[in-house]
């Protein structure tokens, strides 16, 4: 049964809902391949529009009380929590996420991180007094000095497609708590549920332009939200490519960034690893928004001991994951976001055979009448020098690598382009910190996958710039002001 088709979805701009200058284009249901509803095509004027609508609403807004915008950002998670069943439904037609997943890791973990950010924290803190043997005019004294976090204006939020709740909810409620203005640029192929978060926004109470949404499939819209002059900051999540033209662009004018990007996460699995625990974290990759995840630990590096062993054990995870409609109870894994996306990752499956990998799961499209669907796939014997391992494929297919030793482990894993999230399963809890510790990326899991949501969060290399979530995203959206004078 598909998602009832909503009606079309305006642009939301200074507070008001406004018809699109580019006309509409259909949402699809990956998994039906049925029209959910019709999102807006904004025209670069209608962005700069919306980046100076928030330019203007951000003196006023960044003037209120701490209290007073955790305030809103509470009513706001109060909102999505009453509504999280058809936000949900919603959600999961957009995405094709299981029922499951779109109800607790879409919707509810984005009105967890607006329940988050109403907590209001210190935004200044007193520096010890120092004593300057000779100031301005020659004489001793001591100074006093205060950092303050101050906002850091417009921020331009770009957001991901396999999740339209908690990576936005991730970006704006931060950035507004800090007392920024925002203006969002969703994804193109689900940029539905992102109004409904601006409705339950402005249902909170927030004024007039500080929150902003514009969508659209055109590069030009992405292009203007984050080059306008209004803007001082963009917040980014989506490949290492596009991370890197926005670099380029924010460059020009020292635009603060904060970029998550690619991932190509190593899992290292010691010979003395709990290979039960270490396939379960793994085998996420093929259940967990089905493998469109740039936490996912992809690349599984297995010392040579328990490589056999490994390898047969996820072929049996995999052959055992139900691949089907995401509505039915007992689906594990869903449809991938669209049909182009389904045949690039079908065509790095080919290219793993035309390098010498070794199919042992998946590797063939599921029997189903609609919808993009992709089983989980199992390379086997890869090299690390092979595309497959190297590049981010960004759905339901693991590499699996074998290894020697600790070192040479480290070494491989190590040996990429990115460093989002890596992992190691030892029964050595010593050995695996202290293969933890060698390894480059800007978050290690210990015989789990799971996460800390107050740990940082951001990567190495080309996975991205700057950490988020918890407090270190209150850093991230503000700037440090000193305030010194003599004592």
């Known amino acids: 049964m598909s998602f009832k088709a909503v009606d079309r979805q305006r642009l939301f701009v200074g507070g008001s809902w406004a018809e699109p200058d580019g006309g509409y284009y259909a949402v699809v249901d990956p998994a039906s391949e ?3 509803g019709w999102a807006p095509e904004a025209s670069r004027d209608q962005v700069h529009a919306a980046c100076a609508a928030a330019r203007e609403a951000f003196g006023p807004w960044s003037r209120t009380s701490p209290e007073e915008r955790a305030a809103v950002l509470g009513r706001a998670a109060d909102i999505i929590r009453g509504h999280l ?3 949900a439904e919603l959600a999961q037609a957009e995405t094709g996420a299981t029922t499951g997943t779109a109800r607790g890791m879409q919707v509810g973990v984005g009105a967890a991180r607006f329940r988050r950010y109403a907590q209001v924290e210190p935004a200044e803190w007193a520096i010890p007094p120092q004593i300057n043997e000779a100031g301005p005019i020659g004489k001793a004294g001591v100074m006093g000095a205060l950092a303050v976090r101050q906002p850091v204006g417009v921020v331009t939020c770009i957001t991901s497609y396999n999740n339209p709740w908690a990576n936005p909810a991730g970006k704006i409620a931060p950035a507004l708590a800090m007392g920024n203005t925002v203006v969002v640029k969703p994804a193109p192929q689900d940029p539905l549920s992102v109004y409904r978060m601006a409705e339950a926004l402005e249902a909170a109470g927030a004024p007039p332009g500080v ?3 514009v969508s659209g499939r055109s590069v030009e819209v992405g292009e203007a939200a984050v080059s306008s002059p209004d803007v001082d900051m963009v917040s980014f999540t989506g490949s290492t490519a596009v991370g890197q033209r926005i670099a380029e662009v924010c460059g020009r004018d020292m635009k603060r960034q904060l970029m998550e990007l690619g991932g190509k996460g190593a899992a290292v699995v010691l010979d003395d690893a709990d290979l039960g625990s270490a396939v379960a974290g793994i085998g996420t990759t093929f259940s967990f928004y089905s493998g469109q995840i740039c936490t996912a630990p992809t690349r599984v590096l297995a010392q ?16 055992h994951l139900k691949v089907g409609d995401p509505r039915e109870r007992d689906t594990v894994v869903g449809p991938l976001i669209s049909a182009a996306h389904r045949d690039r990752v079908e065509s790095y499956v080919e290219l793993g055979r035309k390098e010498g990998a070794v199919v042992v799961a998946g590797g063939e499209r599921p029997c189903l009448d609609t919808g993009f669907y992709v089983a989980p796939t199992l390379l086997a014997d890869c090299t690390n020098d092979m595309r497959v391992a190297r590049e981010e494929i960004f759905g339901p297919v693991v590499v699996v690598i074998p290894f020697d030793d600790e070192d040479e482990g480290v070494a491989l894993a190590n040996d990429s382009d990115y460093g989002l999230i890596d992992y190691v399963w030892s029964g050595d809890v010593a ?4 293969a933890a510790r060698r390894l480059r990326a800007g978050g290690i899991g210990v015989n789990t996958v799971g996460r ?3 740990a940082p969060f951001g990567g190495f290399k080309k996975s991205g710039v700057g950490r988020d979530v918890g407090s270190y995203a209150l850093h991230a959206y503000s700037e440090v002001q000193a305030i010194v004078w003599p004592g």
């Open 34 to 36: 049925e029209t959910v």
């Open 304 to 319: 040579r001991g328990v490589y056999d062993r490994l390898v047969e054990q996820l072929a049996v995870y995999a052959g």
């Open 452 to 454: 800390n949501m107050e």
């Open 431 to 434: 050995r695996a910190f202290r």
């Open 85 to 87: 069943v058809p936000y």
């Open 211 to 213: 929150v902003n949404v």
